[in-house]
């Protein structure tokens, strides 16, 4: 459908996380081309949004679902398979795969094959949720094959051109954009009371001696500033998986503590929080290129090191990097401006055309005469033979994208029974992960 009609644009969403579902719904909506003669609308044309939920490990819950605060039009968990039999009876103007990079591929994979006798397709888009600090290589070349490659700064949108180029690929998709979720007002000066922020992460850093020295410190900058408020910022509660893993989660480590009256732990909407917050301190969160975006005074640890590992390397150069100790002694990072340009933050005001580009690129292939051509993935049985088809078996699919033989893929919605044992095996998971698995971990190391 062209760009210029004038029913909504219909758009899906297929998305593994939590996290993942906030930035592909936001960014669907920030893509949708604008109307011709409608240079004002920042976030596009009037779209119809179908949410898709792939099941497995981190598929969120309603809680993780309404604190996202993301409204579809319709929202369904599927396995893959079953998104692919939607993807053929369905007809979408744009598909957003919010997914890691394996999924992505497998997905690339399968609807290639679902399409290949479709005069018309969708769209396809994806990317990345936040800070690429790791596997740039792995990532991007699972996520090519793709219409467009989002890049959330111009420094990524470099680096993936480099990447692409360099094993002789495709590079034409990859697109500068901004995160999706970044807005708010701008910090205007101290509140009352002073309010510190932690922005915890499930799997940075992973270690038990790490993460309780982190909330020690939090912890003993509460109880030397009692005129402040400090709230440690978590993801999820026990028992719910976002993007990552979290084996050890903070609520289960602060049990231990006789904690501050000014502590305390939250939840909620990240940028809620950052409305009443005056210094956000993280490992390597993305939260801090939200607040960076605010102009919130913001700091990066380097406590436990600067380490590609934890992701505060991506931070070098910020001027944000910091310790407990110089924030207990008073210190306020200043950011360096060159750099917070190049990450996409756009604090002086230029957020509102950060999507202009990606949604002329769609308008324009959506415009294309006899449709869009079939999806070219760089990875193929003759480029990766020995590690395409692992990707695409995770996922149920043969080496041509078509369904294994026994794929998981309902006609219908799970009885009442099926519907008890899945939650009651995704429990079991989650308890295996957060209790058993550290367990058997710590007793190998005896």
């Given at each position: 459908m062209p760009a210029s009609a004038t029913k909504p644009l219909r758009?899906?969403?297929?998305?593994?996380?939590?996290t993942r579902w906030k930035w592909g719904a936001l960014t669907a909506n920030?893509?949708?081309?604008?109307?011709?003669?409608?240079?004002?609308?920042?976030a596009g044309q009037d779209i119809r949004l179908d949410g898709y939920l792939l099941r497995g490990r981190a598929t969120p819950t309603a809680r993780q679902l309404g604190e996202v605060g993301v409204r579809a039009d319709s929202l369904r968990e599927v396995t893959a398979v079953e998104f692919l039999r939607?993807?053929?009876?369905?007809?979408?103007?744009?598909?957003v795969l919010a997914l890691v990079g394996g999924g992505v591929q497998a997905m690339l994979h399968?609807?290639?094959r679902v399409w290949e006798d479709r005069p018309q397709r969708p769209v396809v888009v994806t990317g990345y949720v936040g800070v690429v600090y790791e596997k740039l290589a792995d990532g991007l070349l699972l996520r090519h094959g793709a219409d467009l490659v989002l890049a959330n700064s111009r420094q990524d949108a470099d680096r993936f051109r480099a990447v692409y180029e360099g094993v002789g690929a495709d590079a034409s998709s990859v697109t500068e954009v901004a995160l999706p979720f970044l807005g708010g007002a701008s910090y205007e000066g101290e509140h009352d009371p002073y309010t510190v922020v932690f922005a915890a992460q499930p799997s940075v850093p992973e270690s038990r001696k790490d993460r309780t020295y982190l909330l020690n410190?939090?912890?003993?900058?509460?109880?030397?500033h009692p005129e402040r408020e400090v709230l440690l910022k978590l993801r999820s509660k026990p028992g719910e998986h976002t993007t990552h893993i979290e084996e050890l989660p903070y609520q289960k480590l602060s049990q231990r503590l006789d904690l501050p009256a000014n502590f305390r732990l939250v939840y909620g909407h990240m940028g809620e929080v950052l409305d009443r917050t005056d210094l956000l301190v993280t490992v390597s969160s993305t939260a801090a290129l939200e607040s960076l975006h605010r102009r919130i005074p913001t700091v990066v640890l380097t406590d436990l090191g600067i380490r590609e590992s934890l992701g505060n390397h991506h931070f070098l150069g910020s001027g944000c990097l910091a310790s407990w100790d110089q924030l207990d002694d008073g210190h306020r990072p200043v950011p360096d401006a060159e750099w917070v340009a190049r990450q996409g933050v756009a604090s002086d005001g230029s957020y509102g055309?950060?999507?202009?580009?990606?949604?002329?690129?769609?308008?324009?292939?959506?415009?294309r005469p006899g449709g869009l051509p079939p999806l070219t993935p760089y990875y193929t049985p003759v480029t990766a033979p020995g590690y395409l088809p692992g990707i695409l078996a995770r996922h149920h699919l043969g080496p041509d994208g078509t369904p294994l033989p026994g794929a998981p893929a309902a006609d219908k919605e799970p009885g009442p029974v099926r519907q008890i044992v899945r939650r009651a095996a995704r429990g079991a998971y989650r308890h295996g992960v957060q209790r058993v698995a550290p367990v058997i971990r710590r007793m190998g190391e005896l």
């Open positions: 758009v899906a969403v297929l998305a593994d996380s939590d920030r893509i949708a081309p604008s109307e011709p003669g409608d240079p004002g609308a920042a939607a993807m053929r009876e369905e007809s979408y103007d744009i598909l399968g609807l290639k410190r939090l912890v003993e900058h509460a109880r030397r055309t950060a999507f202009d580009a990606a949604r002329a690129r769609i308008a324009k292939l959506l415009d």
